[in-house]
């Protein structure tokens, strides 16, 4: 029995299942996330290494080959790239198109954590990463302040940036730009000579002097207390009073040897907003997050923000923001669908001289858009432009269809055919072309 068929001789089972699948797209619909474009990522693992003052050919001699090493027993790898920079050591691994990034990601990071102990005790802990369209951006804010640059950047860091990173769906929070404080000391060579003090010596004392760590803990009848020596320097001066070597009895101080400042760090990046000097904080998303209930969220709490830093003149200004062109992309398509709709409906109207045929399409047309929801659900896609450029081409698919069924049904009963017989007929006629 062919769907025209049963839906002449069974109208209320019809009308039944597009009440269903009616009320299944709108439920879909409400828990589908907006993105600007699909979900995309390339099978490349990169792994990146830093190695403080090093040269290009120490780095690859000491880190970039011990790594290639280590990943060369890597299932499904196409091909392995290395660069060795002055610092930086950069190895990717591009994979086949059948291979698990994550797993391969994983295995990676497992064989190189067995040869960390191989690699130069000054070198960073490789970081191991995988290329996604969710590791981008979905909001770029602009801050600025009537204060000191280096207070703004430690305030930016310490209290905003954590305010941001825990709003619902919040991945991760960037800062681009601004002055970053740091303590610069600046040994000097003929003091150290003089002292017979080496620069290994005087970096291992600086370090092993800036900790916290447990000394352990006193018990009574009554209660436990932990010790925990609090080592760390508070202030420059500290730092320059630093005992670094005893000769004779006379003590070697750091200030002696080095000068110490509290100063910034060399700036690298530098961001602007509408001509003025900021710090960017960029917000990424989680990947399974709704950009746009993401980006609404930080918005509330950017004015939460600026509420509560008055005081400091902190403005938080919105320079970019991705899901604008996927609210567009959606309005458009749900303009589209309207007009869709009154074109058809005018059309039945004013040609076929027919309000019975111009309802049926009102209500088909959208009946048939809003199901396609349910397959977009559970195939786990989104709303993005792809998908919404989908929907704007089937609106016009939806509306020649319609017309012509609509047509030929009509033509059928001006041959005095009853209802039911020219509905089969004339869908049975060009049902075939139509679907």
Request: net charge neutral; aromatic share 6%.
């Amino acid at each position: 029995m062919k769907i025209a068929e049963i839906s002449i001789k069974r109208p209320t089972i019809i009308a039944v299942l597009f009440i269903i699948l009616t009320l299944g797209g709108i439920f879909s619909y409400s828990q589908l996330g907006y993105e600007l474009i699909p979900k995309f990522e390339m099978n490349v693992v990169t792994i990146s290494t830093i190695y403080p003052g090093a040269s290009p050919s120490e780095v690859e001699n000491t880190v970039t080959k011990k790594i290639e090493d280590a990943i060369a027993s890597l299932e499904n790898v196409k091909k392995v790239e290395s660069k060795s920079y002055e610092s930086l050591s950069l190895v990717m691994v591009t994979l086949t198109a059948n291979a698990d990034a994550n797993y391969s990601l994983n295995d990676a990071q497992r064989k190189i954590n067995a040869v960390l102990k191989d690699l130069p005790d000054d070198v960073d802990p490789p970081s191991l990463s995988k290329f996604s369209i969710s590791d981008l951006p979905i909001i770029t804010i602009g801050a600025t302040a009537g204060m000191d640059q280096v207070e703004f950047y430690d305030l930016l860091d310490k209290k905003i940036q954590p305010v941001l990173s825990r709003v619902n769906g919040v991945a991760q929070v960037n800062l681009v730009g601004g002055q970053e404080r740091e303590i610069q000391i600046s040994l000097d060579a003929k003091k150290l000579q003089g002292y017979g003090i080496s620069v290994p010596q005087a970096q291992q004392i600086i370090l092993a002097s800036n900790l916290d760590f447990p000394t352990g803990k006193v018990k009574t009848r009554e209660n436990s207390t932990l010790i925990r020596l609090a080592g760390k320097f508070k202030n420059v001066e500290e730092l320059r009073n630093l005992v670094v070597s005893t000769k004779n009895g006379v003590q070697v101080r750091l200030g002696d040897i080095a000068d110490v400042q509290d100063s910034q760090k060399e700036v690298e990046k530098i961001a602007r907003v509408n001509q003025k000097s900021a710090i960017l904080l960029q917000v990424i998303k989680q990947s399974d997050a709704n950009a746009v209930a993401v980006s609404e969220a930080v918005k509330k709490a950017v004015a939460q923000i600026e509420a509560d830093y008055k005081a400091n003149n902190v403005k938080l200004t919105l320079a970019d923001d991705t899901t604008d062109f996927t609210l567009v992309a959606a309005n458009s398509v749900m303009k589209d669908l309207f007009i869709a709709i009154f074109l058809v409906a005018f059309v039945m109207l004013f040609f076929l001289h027919s309000f019975r045929n111009a309802l049926i399409v009102m209500v088909s047309i959208p009946a048939s858009l809003i199901a396609t929801f349910i397959g977009i659900s559970l195939l786990g896609y989104t709303l993005n432009l792809m998908s919404l450029l989908g929907l704007s081409l089937v609106v016009g698919i939806l509306v020649d269809d319609a017309i012509v069924v609509l047509e030929n049904i009509h033509r059928h009963m001006e041959m005095g055919k009853n209802k039911a017989r020219a509905a089969y007929d004339g869908a049975s006629e060009i049902g075939f072309t139509v679907t």
